[in-house]
């Protein structure tokens, strides 16, 4: 149980293209969705907390303009990325909370992006 | 800030030695740790996770909580050359965020046939 899916994993594009990234929980429902981005050799950093029907909280430092999130429902948040650039490059990691209490946040595969 | 310190490594034993990976916190009302494994390229996968102060065996696996002394451990026993990845100890924050977790940044781990 608690699958979750991440969608693409690899995405290769030019600079100044904009990226959509899906994260969706498979078998349970998510009121709570968090978006990472991992540069290498670095742990992950936490850029925003998504919740069902609501605005994303955005870490210190995240451009939120840039790193637009949506979670629509309770299955689904996505992340888009707007006017990538090559500084964007990283690894973008979504995870997902069964409930609040203290369970522990499920990780999808990941999503490399590359911008040329 | 909060913090999570874990010792970068690389921590090298033999196969089917025990690996003992160390983490500190400084978030004193912290209540949920957990460890996940990463293997490189990939996302991080939930090996434990612990609440209590003590021990929590799960297989080969046990994780060790001293929350006086704000410690949490990764105990791998009879390692396998499979175990070989970086291991990141992360913790659930108290107050108004009590839902996020805080990474450390890692131990590499490399266990030799």
């Known amino acids: 149980g608690a699958v979750v899916s991440q969608h693409p994993s690899r995405v290769i594009c030019k600079s100044g293209t904009s990226v959509k990234i899906e994260c969706r929980s498979l078998?349970?429902?998510?009121?709570?969705m968090f978006w990472y981005r991992q540069f290498p050799k670095q742990s992950l950093m936490l850029m925003a907390t998504s919740n069902e029907g609501s605005k994303a909280t955005y870490e210190q430092g995240v451009e939120k303009d840039k790193f637009l999130i949506n979670h629509a429902s309770l299955t689904l948040s996505t992340l888009t990325v707007t006017s990538a650039h090559p500084e964007d490059s990283s690894f973008y990691i979504c995870s997902a909370l069964t409930g609040f209490d203290n369970q522990p946040q499920h990780f999808g595969d990941g999503t490399r992006l590359s911008i040329l | 800030q909060k913090e999570v310190e874990q010792n970068s490594g690389p921590l090298s034993v033999p196969e089917g030695a025990i690996a003992s990976l160390n983490c500190t916190y400084s978030?004193?009302?912290?209540?949920?740790f957990f460890w996940y494994r990463q293997y490189s390229g990939k996302s991080p996968e939930l090996i434990m996770f612990?609440?209590?102060?003590g021990d929590k065996e799960d297989g080969r696996f046990t994780a060790q909580l001293n929350k006086a002394s704000q410690y949490v451990s990764l105990l791998i026993r009879d390692s396998q050359p499979s175990d070989s990845a970086t291991y990141l100890c992360a913790v659930k924050g108290s107050g108004g965020s009590n839902y996020k977790l805080t990474f450390g940044k890692g131990t590499l781990l490399t266990v030799n046939p």
């Open positions: 612990i609440y209590s102060n």
């Open positions: 978030d004193r009302g912290s209540q949920s």
């Open positions: 078998d349970f429902q998510a009121t709570t």
